[in-house]
């Protein structure tokens, strides 16, 4: 919440009165890049998931992205 004295009054000639608000958006959604990549172990499956990562987003992008979920896929 704001404090009073982030809101600022105007008065204008018409006897209307503004305030200014800071307002801000957050996603709906989380943003999330999923990879299926063949590998001979969970490490080597991150590192060719995050290099893929890395080509779609640009390295400088992908530092700001850290591991959600890594399983096998039996089928």
């Avoid at 009073?4 to 958006?25: L, N, P």
């Avoid at 890395?54 to 399983?71: C, R």
């Amino acid at each position: 919440m704001m404090d009073a004295e982030d809101i600022h009054e105007f008065h204008y000639e018409d006897g209307h009165h503004r305030k200014t608000y800071r307002v801000s958006f957050i996603p709906v959604e989380t943003l999330e890049y999923e990879y299926v990549v063949e590998a001979e172990s969970e490490d080597d499956a991150y590192d060719a998931a995050e290099e893929q990562l890395q080509e779609a987003i640009g390295w400088d992008a992908a530092k700001d992205f850290q591991l959600n979920d890594l399983e096998e896929q039996t089928s």
